[in-house]
């Protein structure tokens, strides 16, 4: 639509209203204006005015077809994209290209996590030491090549360090802190400091020393590092690590190193797994080797169905542009 269409729209809207006859009086109006103040019937041909007003009314009638018809398909595709969407998040796993070494990495990520929430329940509890005592120093070594490794601290169960006021531990991922506070009422976030930065960290009770107060051992993705305050008493914090290749000797430059050579990631069995990982990872493995193959995977076999019933419940949209 151009400007020029549009320039009027205003006046003809008002003079509309005025027609409480609706579309037909608003026409008639029209019509007598123009044998009133113009020559139009009497300057012309009936048969050359009569073309004309045909014309003109022929034109709008198909534009605004065209449009009708336009709108209607938009609204149909639009229905169909949020149909698959909504079918693909409720019947779907994600599926992305792995190997089997990636796979392994989520079976380690997997028994990793077990591992952190056993050792937050066990912090949680208010007895972290019975379940992981304060980390201690090397003092003893294998071999030669080991040396090094003397007087730095053992990492804790979750590959991290266990200290009086606080624990952290880690995967390849992000680094999990937990600082429980000694204090004999409930906690609310107004009480509480903590400052994430892509390199530094504070936390502590306000108006008090911090507890941690450093420059990180690495830098982190501050805008996917996050804090909750747990049971009331509990400051818990999740920093996700930029480089994911490499495991923290510490988690503030301050801190005592631990020895990195000590972690065991522990790669379980896949039959350990629960049976949601164990069917997620057959499922990626399985669909990898399709598209290897170049077979559907099963991801598009179920959309396919899906798209093939939508078809049997609209039989009038055109499916031709929607690849599956």
């Not at 802190?177 to 960290?201: A, D, E, Y």
């Not at 896949?270 to 990872?281: I, W, Y």
């Amino acid at each position: 639509m151009s400007a020029d269409e549009e320039q009027f729209d205003n006046v003809l809207l008002a003079l509309a209203k005025r027609h409480h006859g609706g579309v037909p009086a608003f026409l008639q109006t029209i019509a007598s204006f123009l044998r009133r103040k113009t020559d139009f019937y009497t300057g012309n041909k009936k048969t050359e005015w009569e073309e004309f007003v045909l014309d003109v009314f022929r034109t709008e009638c198909n534009m605004a077809l065209a449009a009708k018809e336009a709108a209607q398909r938009l609204k149909e595709e639009k229905q169909l994209a949020e149909f698959l969407a909504r079918q693909k998040e409720r019947h779907s796993c994600k599926v992305s290209d792995i190997s089997d070494g990636e796979a392994a990495d989520i079976i380690r990520e997997e028994e990793a996590k077990k591992r952190v929430q056993l050792l937050e329940a066990a912090y949680a509890s208010g007895d972290c030491s019975a379940h992981d005592p304060i980390s201690q120093p090397i003092e003893m070594v294998d071999d030669d090549s080991e040396r090094a490794e003397l007087g730095k601290l053992q990492p804790n169960l979750g590959n991290g360090c266990t200290f009086e006021k606080y624990m952290w531990t880690q995967t390849l991922q992000d680094v999990e802190l937990k600082v429980k506070l000694r204090v004999t009422f409930p906690l609310r976030s107004r009480h509480i400091v903590v400052n994430i930065g892509r390199k530094s960290l504070t936390v502590g009770l306000s108006g008090e020393k911090p507890i941690i107060d450093g420059e990180l051992c690495a830098p982190i993705k501050q805008e996917e590092s996050v804090w909750v305050l747990q049971d009331s008493k509990t400051i818990l914090i999740t920093l996700e690590k930029i480089n994911k290749k490499t495991w923290w000797n510490r988690l503030v430059t301050t801190d005592p190193e631990i020895s990195t050579r000590r972690i065991n990631p522990d790669v379980s069995k896949f039959s350990d797994l629960n049976e949601e990982t164990r069917n997620l990872v057959e499922k990626m493995m399985y669909d990898q080797r399709q598209k290897e193959m170049g077979l559907p995977t099963t991801e598009d076999i179920k959309n396919r169905k899906l798209l093939e019933q939508f078809k049997r419940d609209h039989p009038n949209m055109d499916f031709s542009n929607y690849k599956i």
